[in-house]
């Protein structure tokens, strides 16, 4: 089945950075909208970025733009979240997901729509 493995959480003090990798295998990747999603304590999961399949789009959340990028590398079957300028409450844990129809430019930013997940990594912001 399809698996998407999360890495390059852990904890980082407010301000630093971080970069998240997220590998695919099974899945079609370079037909396949990829994004991000965290999920705080207490929180409901929300969008935090997507890119299109073939790179072309993204869309980032307001709550990181300026702050987070996205990208990815179909020849590595690799998806990225550059995180800059962290704050406190970008503690989270953070998914990977793949979306529900392939070649996809715009999708929705509801997780009921995204197909595939990965189990998450943490981020945690300490100040």
């Known amino acids: 089945q399809v698996q998407l493995v999360e890495s390059g959480g852990g904890l980082v003090q407010a301000g630093g950075s971080l970069r998240l990798s997220c590998a695919a295998s099974?899945?079609?990747?370079?037909?396949?909208?990829m994004g991000w999603f965290r999920q705080a304590p207490g929180k409901e999961r929300e969008f935090v970025a997507a890119?299109?399949?073939?790179?072309?789009?993204?869309n980032i959340a307001d709550s990181v733009k300026g702050r987070f990028s996205i990208s990815r590398d179909n020849a590595q079957n690799t998806v990225y979240l550059q995180m800059n300028n962290l704050k406190l409450e970008d503690t989270a844990v953070y998914y990977c997901?793949?979306?529900?129809?392939?070649?996809?430019?715009?999708?929705?930013?509801?997780?009921?729509?995204?197909?595939?997940w990965g189990q998450g990594t943490q981020v945690t912001v300490s100040s």
């Open positions: 099974r899945l079609t990747f370079s037909a396949y909208t």
């Open positions: 997901a793949a979306y529900s129809v392939p070649y996809t430019a715009y999708p929705s930013a509801g997780p009921g729509a995204w197909m595939y």
């Open positions: 890119i299109s399949w073939s790179g072309a789009n993204t």
